[in-house]
């Protein structure tokens, strides 16, 4: 539904997550939609909601944060942020792993001896089962991202508050315990700072050990949902812009090759992206009977971006490819669609660039990066 003409609409940015190449691409996207926007930036949306990577992206933006700043300070440039490093994201859990030394000492030498004795009769995985509970709760800690944004948001004017924030925050996260979703920012006195949220949305299973905020252990948001927008919606966004990062590769596999060839992790990535964008798609299908008068705008990769698809989601060393890759996959978007985007973003008091204006600096972006 078109907004409303007596007064200005409620726009919202959604972030979904997608580990660190969601995040870096999810850079490349808004990049891009500041370049198309011409009355109109990212950080003027009324809400921001990120969920997972997409919560640390949010975070920033919501405190005034540019896209181009997050970049420059990826590539080492400390004027406005902190270098981010991928160090970053690999905190470990040396506590951790050192409790887990005399436990795998009593363990071990047990499991041998029942795979001796009974061999068999042993199914493998129930007889690593007492072994695998010896591990740590995760590989690593996201202690490290949450210093990062604390440090971040503590400077230059920004804030580490939801209550100081001139912009709506929601970032929402997933309770172990229960399965409940809290949605950090969703109350008007949310004392929990914007930092710890960060990295209670981004705590993907396995990989990170769970974030504990006042007793509370929470894991990645994107366990119940992909990218929470309907939070927005629920406070009375009438325009959503979504972005989200993973989505399934389609190949035209032959009668010879498949992703099946892609070995585990490969048909593993595959299954998390098929399930991510169709509980996204679900719940999008569900808008026109539970928000009938929000619009919602998903940009996604190309369902054949084989390349995207070979990045392991937690690669850093790929970042300054994977942010041209969000970039020129979204001016593509829009210029393939340009008149329905035209008209929808202009319902929302959001003018475009003229098309030959963005598709001369098409030309110049691909020159540049190609050079």
Do not use: C
Request: aromatic share 10%; no cysteine; glycine share 8%.
């Amino acid at each position: 539904m078109l907004g409303d003409t007596d007064r200005a609409p409620r726009r919202a940015l959604a972030l979904a997550g997608g580990g660190v190449v969601g995040g870096l691409y999810e850079v490349g996207v808004l990049l891009a939609l500041d370049a198309l926007f011409e009355n109109f930036t990212t950080g003027d949306f009324d809400f921001y909601v990120g969920s997972s990577a997409g919560a640390f992206v949010a975070a920033l933006l919501a405190n005034r944060v540019t896209p181009a700043q997050i970049r420059d300070a990826i590539e080492t440039d400390e004027r406005t942020l902190p270098r981010l490093s991928g160090a970053r994201f690999v905190s470990l859990p040396w506590r951790a792993y050192l409790a887990t030394l005399p436990r795998l000492a009593a363990t071990v030498p047990r499991l041998a001896y029942d795979l001796w004795t009974h061999w068999r009769e042993v199914v493998l995985l129930d007889a690593l089962g007492p072994l695998l509970a010896t591990l740590p709760a995760g590989a690593f800690t996201l202690d490290g991202v949450e210093a990062y944004v604390r440090h971040a948001l503590t400077r230059g004017g920004r804030t580490n508050d939801f209550r100081r924030l001139r912009r709506r925050l929601l970032i929402p996260a997933t309770v172990l315990d229960t399965g409940a979703i809290r949605v950090f920012g969703g109350r008007v006195n949310e004392r929990t700072p914007i930092s710890y949220a960060v990295a209670a949305s981004a705590a993907i299973p396995m990989l990170y050990v769970p974030f504990r905020i006042a007793g509370v252990d929470y894991i990645d948001a994107m366990v119940t949902k992909t990218a929470h927008a309907g939070l927005a919606a629920d406070r009375g966004a009438q325009f959503i812009v979504v972005v989200n990062p993973l989505r399934p590769l389609v190949v035209d596999a032959g009668p010879t090759a498949g992703l099946a060839d892609a070995g585990p992790f490969g048909i593993a990535a595959q299954a998390l992206r098929i399930a991510s964008q169709r509980r996204l798609q679900e719940g999008l299908a569900r808008y026109p009977q539970t928000h009938p008068s929000t619009d919602v705008v998903v940009f996604e990769p190309y369902a054949g971006d084989l390349r995207l698809f070979d990045m392991p989601l937690m690669t850093y060393a790929l970042r300054h490819e994977i942010i041209r890759r969000g970039f020129r996959t979204t001016v593509k978007t829009v210029l393939a669609r340009f008149d329905r985007f035209t008209l929808l973003f202009a319902a929302y008091g959001i003018r475009l660039r003229p098309r030959a204006e963005i598709e001369e600096r098409a030309r110049g972006w691909s020159s540049a990066a190609a050079a």
